[in-house]
Antibody
């Protein structure tokens, strides 16, 4: 079964940091670009970040650039998102997703169930 | 404010056809592929269409996509109650060097 499983969400204070992880199984993880998409409560989808299959190139949405860092470990089939300087507006469900190709992060074919991040004092 | 523009809601009777539009610019839809997602309440998004009109395996041909210039359309024919969901368009934006989504369209089956 093809699966992505996120972990690491929780409650954090404004200005704090958090690390999200995503484990892939049932497909050849190293063949696909990977990314993170978030959704604030009651709102639409927000593209956060993506990384190519080999980890050589990463991309960030304007609202997180300079604060979030994406990385991957193909030997462990794991994707990570380091989030720093968190703001209240970063509160959202964070989804891990696999792109439709090695360098393709414009469309995501496989999605996890999400991990909830709440930024509040 | 979403980069891609979608109508907030559309509705149609069961068995009918509904069309959802997505409008962008030359930096996204005009020069890049469009994808479409379905999000049922309380679940993760699901890819319906990629590369403007391709369907992943398992997606019924009731769902079809098209693109013209800086706009794209998702058509759903033979509307069913199970199609009630939020639908999002997405694309790459070369000006932002990032992906972008539309604000979402809620489909209601009358």
């Amino acid at each position: 079964e093809v699966k992505l499983l996120e972990s690491g969400g929780g409650l954090v204070q404004p200005g704090g940091s958090l690390r999200l992880s995503c484990g892939g199984s049932g497909f050849t993880f190293r063949y696909y670009a990977m990314g993170w998409v978030r959704q604030a409560p009651g709102k639409g989808l927000d593209w956060v970040s993506a990384i190519t299959n080999d980890g050589a190139t990463s991309y960030y949405g304007a609202s997180v650039k300079g604060r979030f860092t994406i990385s991957r470990d193909n030997s462990e089939n794991t994707l990570t998102l380091h989030m720093a300087s968190l703001r209240v507006e970063d509160t959202a469900m964070y989804y891990c997703a696999a792109g439709v190709g090695a360098t393709r992060s414009d469309a995501f074919d496989i999605w996890g169930q999400g991990t909830l991040v709440t930024v509040s004092s | 404010q979403a980069v891609l523009t979608q109508a907030p809601s559309v509705s149609a009777a069961a068995g009918q056809k509904v069309s959802i539009s997505c409008s962008g610019s030359s930096s996204n839809i005009g020069n890049h592929f469009v994808s479409w997602y379905q999000q049922l309440p309380g679940t993760a998004p699901k890819l319906l269409i990629y590369d403007n009109k391709k369907r992943p395996s398992g997606i019924p041909n009731r769902f079809s996509g098209s693109k013209s210039g800086t706009s794209a359309t998702l058509d759903i024919t033979g509307l069913q109650s199970g199609d009630e969901a939020d639908y999002y368009c997405g694309a790459w934006d070369s000006s932002l060097s990032a992906g972008v989504f539309g604000g979402g369209t809620k489909v209601t089956v009358l």
